[in-house]
């Protein structure tokens, strides 16, 4: 018994050792059906529109719901929320709408941005104009993702980092 204990909290050491390395230098690992699951290094990318970034929810009537009905996790962000990643979908100058339809980035419709009934208040606007500090994010492979249908826009100093894939694999059905 006092063997098996051992062994196993020098795995969970070496485990937690892991994922601190992976942390520091750069690797990110996604879970979730936003984006391509996979493996993800921190990019130095300058350019934001069609990349894939992490940020931190703001503390908002929206985020606090999405967070208790688990459809975001707690984490290290502050008021507790867990980290987000998602695809710039707009960006500075871009035009969106947001229709039964779905959201609309200059006259084009997103692919998988139709809203859900989710019983969730759902974003509404009308040709917009986006600012010098908003960001439209957007999931780009999955039509149940948590996303800007219904958080709207993001501030640019919510966004912690931009993410590059280096392996990925299909969403599964």
Known sequence: ?????????????????IGLLLEVIGIRINTSNSI???????STAKKLKGQYVIFCPKNTVIFREALHRGFINKGLCP?????????????????????????FVNNQLLPFSQPKEVNLARWQVA???LKPNELLLMTDQSA????ARYFGLT???QVKAIIKPLLTWPLSS
């Not at 391509?36 to 921190?42: D, L, Q, S, T, V």
């Not at 149940?144 to 996303?147: K, L, Y």
């Open 1 to 17: 018994m006092k063997r098996l204990l051992t062994s196993l909290s020098w795995t969970l050491i070496g485990l937690i050792t």
């Open 36 to 42: 391509p699951k996979g493996i993800y290094w921190i």
């Open 79 to 103: 008021d507790g929320f867990g980290y987000l990643i998602k695809k710039v979908a707009a960006v500075e100058n871009d035009r969106v709408s947001s229709t039964a339809s779905g959201i």
């Open 127 to 129: 040709h917009y104009r």
């Open 144 to 147: 149940w993702s948590f996303d």
């Open 155 to 157: 501030d640019k100093a």
